[in-house]
């Protein structure tokens, strides 16, 4: 009956061990293909931030069209101009 019980539990153990680290694996190749696809957009020079410019990392290094008329709006801001 003991012998029985150990055999459960290490398979129980073995179960558990597979799919935590089953699912640390899937969450590790999201997150290596969520900043491969943001490289490549990057270098393809398209928008990574679905155009919301002002609260994005690369604004102001960004020549997409978007960010360079959001950097003339804010540009007049800071002027005082309309």
Do not use: H, W
Request: net charge positive; with cysteine; proline share 1%.
């Amino acid at each position: 009956m003991r012998r029985r019980l150990i055999q459960v539990q290490n398979r129980r153990q073995l179960l558990t061990s597979a799919l935590r680290y089953g699912t640390l694996g899937l969450l590790g190749a999201a997150g290596a293909a969520a900043v491969i696809r943001r490289r490549r957009l990057l270098q393809e020079g398209k928008c990574i931030n679905d155009g919301v410019c002002r609260g994005c990392q690369v604004f102001e290094t960004c020549g997409l069209p978007q960010a360079l008329s959001a950097k003339q709006v804010l540009a007049k801001m800071a002027n005082g101009g309309k």
